[in-house]
């Protein structure tokens, strides 16, 4: 079973990167296999990231997804063809040992990291638990979350910035917070393409500031993070999902050759 130490690659930082949410096979499996090749390239461990639902939209006709089982079933099909971990959300407890099934690793939504029981669930399925950091909390206060998920007895645990509500429509990134939460003594991850929504527009579909993806990625790399989250799709414009914030895939490489760059002269 996957574990952190996996992830404990000291001279790059890992990567979990994918489609806001699984749209179909063929879609998926042409990312994945993209990724695959840039990621073994530059000796980046991989992680394929992909919902397999979204339960927080802005509006009820938004797109959620292709079907629960469907999904994780793809998920699965990713992994087993490429030979590499997969992430997914949960959203509630039932859903936890579901999902468990099929990925390795389960990520806590930002608005659900203070729910205790949803936490004690992906606990205690296992396997690696990555909770994202609120946007309303504090880097100091995501001690709480981790101690909830390692009082139920999983020390598999990661931590990922995703940005801090500031105003009504936007999301700042205070870089202090990854060193902060790294005293944990878990790898803190850096949300590069979330950080960046522009949520709560008036139209009822969030925005998104894309070209700063590189901005965000660097500072992040720069203060030490131990890995990137980043969603990517073949054509932004088209995907079902956060769209207005993801990096097209095209752009996935040229961006993590600098980034590995960056890794080796802070290393150094």
Do not use: W
Request: hydrophobic share 40%; with cysteine; glycine share 8%.
């Amino acid at each position: 079973m996957l574990t952190i130490t996996d992830f404990n690659n000291k001279e790059n930082f890992f990567l979990m990167a994918g489609p806001c949410v699984i749209e179909g096979e063929n879609m998926a499996l042409q990312i994945a296999e993209k990724i695959v090749g840039i990621t073994e390239k530059l000796n980046i461990p991989y992680v394929f990231k992909g919902s397999y639902r979204k339960a927080n939209r802005s509006r009820l006709d938004s797109f959620t997804g292709i079907g629960d089982e469907k999904a994780l079933k793809i998920l699965r099909k990713v992994s087993e063809t490429f030979h590499i971990p997969t992430v997914t959300d949960i959203h509630e407890t039932t859903e936890a040992a579901m999902a468990a099934e099929y990925v390795d690793v389960l990520q806590i939504p930002a608005f659900l990291c203070r729910q205790t029981d949803l936490l004690v669930a992906a606990a205690q399925t296992g396997k690696v638990v990555n909770i994202k950091k609120g946007q309303f909390l504090s880097p100091g206060a995501m001690q709480f979350a981790v101690q909830k998920v390692s009082d139920a007895g999983n020390q598999n645990i990661m931590i990922t910035e995703r940005g801090t509500t500031f105003g009504y429509t936007d999301l700042v990134v205070d870089y202090r917070g990854i060193p902060q939460m790294q005293q944990f003594g878990y790898p803190v991850i850096m949300d590069v393409t979330h950080s960046l929504q522009q949520p709560n527009q008036t139209s009822g579909v969030t925005g998104g500031m894309p070209a700063l993806i590189e901005t965000i990625a660097k500072a992040a790399i720069a203060v030490g993070a131990d890995g990137l989250f980043i969603e990517t799709h073949p054509e932004p414009a088209k995907a079902k999902s956060d769209g207005a914030n993801m990096l097209q895939l095209d752009l996935l490489e040229g961006l993590l050759t600098r980034l590995v760059r960056i890794r080796k002269a802070i290393k150094e």
